[in-house]
């Protein structure tokens, strides 16, 4: 027996009837009961302050960060840490006859920061040192273009992710234990990538801050072609592709097509719509959004603001991105749980591929201590809808999400390790499907994790397994 939030219970019980668990924790989250009688009541309908959700999605690297990770609880020891990183600000693949990617600069600049000042001539040096058979070989390492392109890493975006990795060497390195002080850090450290030029550069700018002797010479950053991380290792037959899960998404996407948000924007705002992006066929409120979030983050003026009040062009920007919340929580309240399904099934390898490496901590077998995924809003937002952390939003420019293992020390059994999980820098751990009302000291079991991802993660939806879900 033993004694959680206050009361006592039985682990064995709670393991066994897990899957009851959860269903449960999907029916608080949903605030319904359909999962068992098929009524179903969505999101609360709260008014949404769409200026305020963009300017959370900027995430301006100069504001106030709150950071939560590695806060040791007395008697533990942190052992592992794997982050999810979204890439920093960056320009938009959606343009207007009005503007596109060269209103920005792409020249890396910074503040009095000594260390940040000195990143662009280390960069250079580094240059085509990446290694020979490296995926990345010749790619830019930095934003060093006076006009930007589509798609591009910003300076802003290149200082987020500086100063998120300074932040998070803080709080990992000094009077932390985390890395063995007789090897070198990177060695300790080991990287994915997916591969896009403005994810690669944030990267890149990551490590430099979290590194103390960044040598891009001496760290491989690994590509992945997949955009979960899929390992091939840890998929189907040798395979990362999933027709059945792509199936699901696209079913997803239909479902946020008929959110009528957008259509009320359209309505309202026709005439700025037409300033902006012409006469012709308007784009979605997606491609609408991500075209116009630039700027607003930039601090450009658009179109509307040479002819109407600057409290117009706030109640467009508003209702604009008001209209992407709506269409996330959509995606949300799906009582088909389209959008759940697909990303439970495309991050089973890559959650699979981190139970494998903190098995091999459990065992005292060599593994690298600290693991980074840098990925983009399509890789970031499945695993938050897998452990039940999605808000209704878009992750902002540089978010992430880490695991951090933790050993109860003086705690002999094979259930001495914990988990916590947090969610740019703010403890989500009870939050988590899997562990809320079951933690310890603040921490989640790390057999609730593993029982989770192997045995129901997916056979809560009726797939025998990851095989199943991707031959149906």
């Not at 806060?71 to 503007?99: A, C, M, P, Q």
């Not at 503040?111 to 960069?123: A, W």
């Not at 933690?439 to 939806?461: A, H, P």
């Amino acid at each position: 027996m033993s004694k959680l939030n206050g009361r006592q219970t039985n682990s064995d019980d709670i393991l066994q009837n897990s899957s009851k668990t959860l269903l449960r924790h999907h029916n608080i989250l949903h605030e319904s009961d359909w999962l068992q009688n098929g009524t179903y009541t969505p999101f609360k309908k709260e008014k949404i302050d769409g200026l305020r959700a963009a300017m959370d999605y900027c995430n301006s690297p100069y504001k106030g960060q709150t950071s939560k990770e590695g806060d040791i609880i007395e008697g533990f020891k942190l052992r592992n840490v794997h982050v999810f990183i979204h890439h920093g600000d960056s320009t938009s693949n959606h343009r207007s006859d009005w503007f596109g990617p060269e209103l920005f600069n792409c020249k890396f600049r910074t503040d009095n920061n000594t260390k940040f000042k000195q990143f662009p001539d280390h960069m250079d040096r580094m240059a085509g040192k990446q290694g020979i058979r490296n995926h990345f070989l010749n790619w830019a390492l930095y934003p060093d273009k006076d006009l930007c392109a589509d798609s591009m890493l910003t300076s802003k975006g290149a200082l987020q992710h500086l100063m998120l990795g300074q932040s998070l060497f803080e709080t990992y390195t000094l009077n932390k234990d985390l890395f063995n002080e007789k090897l070198s850090i990177n060695s300790q450290v080991y990287v994915k990538s997916t591969s896009s030029s403005r994810v690669y550069q944030s990267t890149v700018a990551f490590l430099y801050g979290f590194l103390p002797k960044f040598n891009i010479s001496n760290m491989k950053i690994e590509n992945s072609p997949d955009l979960h991380f899929c390992t091939k290792q840890f998929a189907v037959q040798k395979s990362c592709y999933c027709k059945y899960a792509n199936k699901l998404k696209i079913k997803s996407m239909k479902i946020q097509s008929k959110c009528k948000g957008y259509d009320a924007v359209e309505k309202k705002h026709s005439d700025i719509m037409k300033e902006v992006f012409g006469n012709g066929i308007l784009p979605s409120d997606f491609a609408m959004a991500e075209a116009i979030m630039p700027l607003f983050c930039h601090d450009i003026t658009i179109p509307c603001w040479l002819s109407l009040s600057d409290k117009n062009c706030e109640e467009f920007l508003s209702d604009i991105w008001s209209a992407v919340i709506a269409q996330e929580r959509a995606r949300y309240n799906d009582h088909n749980l389209y959008y759940l399904k697909y990303s439970s099934i495309v991050m089973t390898p890559i959650l699979i591929e981190i139970i494998n490496r903190i098995k091999n901590i459990v065992e005292n077998r060599h593994t690298p201590k600290f693991i980074l995924y840098s990925g983009q809003e399509s890789t970031l937002s499945p695993l938050l809808y897998v452990f039940s952390l999605q808000d209704g939003k878009w992750p902002p420019y540089a978010s992430r999400v880490v695991i951090e293992l933790y050993e109860h020390l003086g705690n002999i059994s094979k259930n001495r390790f914990f988990l916590r999980f947090l969610y740019n820098g703010k403890d989500k751990t009870d939050s988590v499907i899997f562990c809320k009302g079951l933690t310890f000291k603040g921490l989640c079991s790390l057999r609730y994790f593993t029982d989770f991802v192997f045995t129901k993660m997916l056979r809560r939806f009726g797939f025998n397994s990851y095989y199943d879900a991707c031959s149906r």
